[in-house]
């Protein structure tokens, strides 16, 4: 590649995506249909003071691809972006999202804000599920600095951009993991009880959803969970997540496998 | 017939150095120059906004002197180049002297072939890693290129404040004293620049992967001991 020059009245402006369609960097899709498979859970939550999101971390195509996918990324420092759907094209997004907000906070010396984050995906969305039959839907959460705020961005396979207050879910495994939620929810969560909330919906859509996978207790991979806020986007260290879901896995095999009672 | 005078290439190449030299002229100085752990970059600069360094890649940075717009699309060009090649290949293959290379090319060419010659020296920096040195490519207005091996100074007052910026250059020094000497040497003796028209940007490993940062003007004030 020369240098992209461009003169004032066509420059494609700080949008890498924009810059990268005009360069020849991507190519528009091609195809038509929707495959409508998209075998994973994530969810987030919010919490007073932030954002929790737990991914499992299966890839299934006609049998199990691989246990220790990573499907939620920082996307910057107090943004996360989770995929599912097609892997490729998922990856691609992640990277296309990521490599977009730090071009125009280079570009402009300013940050995005995190709607205008949540905008930018829509149309991205848009281009890949209208033009290919390899469906991507991601979820964005991320903590909003001129706010003080956690929030939720979901989106629908056409690139419509809603904004939850609550929680949102992304998956195969979403019937299970938002009954969990919708049942355990509170507008008052603090951060240890969103931590515990989340842990237990994606146990549950683990449980239930062939293609999402729980905990792991034979390699000893488990799901894994981020926070976000003020101090911006956390992994929870594997000690810590793996103690989580053994106690969940306790109470479970002491009530022989019903949930019931467990919830609250 | 139409009125049509000879112009010798010396003449046009002289011609042409003379306004660029100029423009350049007219705006202030940067210094440039590799301390223990990084590379820094000083600009005398009144304005907060309109800035003369940018981060363009994890371990590379831009600063450019004379006419704003002129350096300031460069340096968009830079970022894109950068963005978009990291994006086609992988991000340690992102070379801080193949893009100085391009530089040198379009304002060589803009020098020779342009309407009028481009105002602007610029300075392509490098954090070095493993497989690759830490580097200051400075390019001049009619595109030559030049590799620095310690500091470098762009901008009309160049050799002035290069020759009082070497006279304090001993080993490489700690961030405090290599700021001290390039604030010293963009001054002169008989000058003080305010900290507030300071334009102070370091690249230098916090762990993560953009080494870029720019500093607060208390931070300077810090370091500068003032």
């Known amino acids: 590649m020369g240098l992209p020059l461009f003169n004032a009245s066509d420059d494609p402006g700080p949008s890498f995506l924009h810059f990268a369609l005009r360069a020849g960097l991507v190519e528009n899709p091609i195809g038509s249909g929707v495959e409508g498979r998209h075998a994973t859970t994530v969810i987030a939550v919010r919490y007073v003071g932030g954002v929790v999101m737990v991914g499992d971390r299966q890839a299934t195509s006609n049998y199990i691809a691989s246990r220790d996918v990573r499907k939620i990324e920082a996307a910057d420092r107090f943004t996360a972006l989770a995929i599912s759907g097609s892997a490729a094209r998922g990856m691609e997004f992640i990277r296309m999202a990521q490599l977009s907000f730090e071009h125009y906070e280079k570009m402009t010396d300013t940050s995005l804000s995190l709607e205008g984050k949540a905008n930018y995906l829509s149309p991205i969305i848009q281009r890949n599920n209208l033009g290919s039959p390899l469906m991507v839907i991601p979820l964005l959460a991320g903590w909003d600095p001129s706010h003080r705020d956690g929030r939720i961005f979901e989106y629908d396979g056409a690139g419509g951009c809603y904004e939850r207050r609550d929680f949102a879910t992304i998956g195969s495994g979403t019937p299970f993991a938002e009954s969990a939620l919708r049942l355990g929810f509170r507008a008052d969560l603090d951060r240890e009880s969103a931590l515990e909330l989340g842990a237990l919906a994606i146990y549950e859509a683990g449980d239930n959803d062939p293609s999402t996978g729980g905990p792991d207790f034979v390699r000893n991979l488990f799901p894994m969970i981020i926070t976000l806020d003020e101090n911006g986007f956390t992994e929870l260290p594997a000690e810590e997540v793996e103690a989580r879901f053994v106690a969940i896995n306790e109470r479970r095999t002491q009530s022989q496998g019903i949930a019931g009672g467990s919830l609250r | ?226």
């Open chain 2, 1 to 226: 017939m139409s009125n049509y005078f000879y112009v010798s290439p010396e003449q046009l190449i002289k011609d042409r150095a003379e306004f660029a030299q100029k423009g350049i002229a007219r705006g202030r100085s940067i210094v440039a120059a590799i301390y223990d752990v990084g590379v820094l970059m000083v600009a005398e600069n009144p304005s907060a906004s309109l800035n003369k360094i940018s981060e363009i890649y994890d371990r590379i940075a831009f600063a450019g002197v004379g006419k704003y717009n002129e350096f300031d699309r460069l340096r968009e060009a830079g970022i894109r180049w950068a963005d978009g090649t990291g994006f086609t290949y992988s991000r340690e293959d992102v070379d801080a002297r193949a893009l100085a290379n391009y530089y040198a090319q379009h304002i060589g060419d803009m020098f020779t072939e342009g309407q009028k010659p481009l105002e602007v020296e610029v300075l392509v920096a490098q954090l070095g890693t493993a497989i690759r040195p830490t580097k200051l490519f400075r390019i001049a207005y009619e595109g030559t290129i030049s590799d620095e091996p310690r500091f470098a100074v762009l901008g009309g007052d160049a050799e002035t404040i290069k020759g009082r910026f070497s006279a304090s250059e001993a080993d490489l020094e700690p961030l405090d004293v290599t700021l001290r000497n390039a604030v010293a040497a963009l001054a002169g003796a008989d000058r003080t620049i305010d900290v507030a028209d300071l334009e102070v940007c370091v690249l230098q490993d916090t762990g993560g992967r953009r080494t870029f940062s720019r500093l607060t003007d208390e931070r300077v004030a810090a370091l500068l001991g003032t």
